[in-house]
């Protein structure tokens, strides 16, 4: 597993095995930093899955009436099949709707959330019903209202093992019901019958929670790839990639905002303490604009001592000039780095999108320059005020 469940890193290998172990059987816990990953795969799921599954029921709801109506059955026992047939049709068409709708994390999470309720209440209601039907003699092929069912639950959790408490309901509600009542109720063969079905539902248990288990490594897994090619190494931050592919999710945004900064005087700190340290005082400094830049946007490394901070909502130029000072300040503390005090030193430049006709590279051009006068402002600093030695 690559995902971090705890404040390390890495695993310990005993500790991954028993989790493996018993992802097989129950729901492992899901690591908080792909939970929006998870999210929208179930929601795929639902999207692509589901319309399918709600087609196959009412087709096989029309054929096992036909069934039905062909041994004879008094139309007074139709009742739940038509009842299931319409909640198909009106769950297919409220689903559609809902999918339309969610578009905050919020109300995904509530389509998701509904969904699983509705599913598991369908599922029990189903379930009781075709023991029910069993129990009750209704049919000259007493099996085929529970085989039936048993094969839509399996179905149904093979479709849908992405929602993982679903899938596990559609085994346990879908199985456990009738084949209980074929081993209370019925002669020898509906008795081994029955175990056979259990048998197959634990099966299946063990089969969903594996295929769970593994949908979640692979979450995690991407999600680590994906870090390591738009993080900065050194730092953590965003690096150029990132940056780029954020700035082009900008495209329309007209409240953009961008700060380049450049520290003064970095390559005296490499050249006078050596890489180490200036790596050292890199990682002060992303820090330092991570705890300052309190706005929606992005802090990033665009590669040297050369940082940016995006804003996505920067509001009018009174604030962008307001934020800019504060990063600035934040920056231009000392930093005490293996025993010397570096007096860190930085310039900014600043630019506010002009409406969304403005391009992006119009928009960072305009910050270059801005950081290119407010350098020509500042002296270089002295070598021998670089740094002191502490005691």
């Known amino acids: 597993m690559v995902c971090n469940r705890s404040k390390g890193t890495r695993m310990d290998a005993s500790a991954g095995k028993r989790r493996t172990r018993r992802g097989r059987w129950m729901v492992d ?10 999210r929208h795969a179930q929601l795929d799921s639902l999207i692509t899955q589901v319309p399918v599954l709600l087609a196959v029921a009412a087709l096989n709801t029309l054929i096992l009436m036909a069934v039905c109506a062909w041994n004879g059955l008094p139309i007074a026992n139709y009742g739940w099949m038509v009842l299931l047939i319409v909640y198909s049709v009106i769950r297919g068409r409220v689903l559609k709707r809902q999918f339309a709708a969610a578009v905050t994390p919020d109300q995904q999470r509530r389509v998701l959330r509904m969904s699983t309720i509705a599913a598991i209440a369908m599922l029990a209601v189903l379930g009781a019903t075709a023991a029910a039907t069993y129990v009750s003699g209704l ?10 069912l048993g094969f839509g639950a399996i179905s149904i959790a093979h479709c849908l093992y992405r929602l993982h408490r679903v899938a596990l309901a559609a085994i346990v509600l879908g199985i456990a019901p009738s084949a209980a009542v074929l081993m209370i109720a019925g002669d020898f063969e509906a008795k081994m019958l029955g175990v056979s079905m259990i048998s197959v539902g634990l099966l299946m248990m063990r089969f969903l929670s594996a295929q769970y288990q593994q949908l ?3 979450l995690c897994l991407h999600r680590h790839i994906h870090k390591i090619a738009n993080s900065d190494t050194l730092t953590g931050l965003a690096n150029r990639r990132a940056v780029n592919e954020f700035l082009g999710s900008q495209l329309a945004n007209d409240s953009l905002a961008v700060a380049l900064i450049d520290l003064d005087g970095f390559k005296q700190v ?16 992303a ?16 590669g040297g001592d050369e940082f940016i901070v995006i804003l996505t909502d920067a509001g009018g130029q009174a604030e962008l000039d307001a934020t800019a000072t504060g990063l600035l300040a934040a920056l231009c ?3 005490r780095v293996g025993g010397i005090q570096l007096p860190l030193g930085a310039s900014i430049g600043h630019a506010l999108r002009r409406g969304a006709d403005e391009s992006l590279t119009s928009l960072m051009k305009r910050a ?21 030695r502490v005691a």
């Open 287 to 302: 820090e330092r604009l991570v705890q300052a830049f309190a706005g929606p946007g992005l802090v990033g490394r665009l």
């Open 270 to 285: 490499n050249d006078t303490h050596g890489h180490d340290i200036g790596d050292a005082a890199l990682a002060i400094v």
């Open 216 to 218: 979640i490594d692979n």
């Open 139 to 148: 049919f000259n092929q007493s099996l085929l209202i529970p085989m039936s």
């Open 29 to 38: 816990v899901v690591p908080p930093d792909i939970a929006d990953d998870l």
């Open 333 to 335: 503390l000392p930093a």
């Open 368 to 388: 270059d320059e801005t950081l290119y006068a407010a350098k020509g402002l500042r002296d270089p600093m002295p070598i021998g005020q670089l740094s002191e």
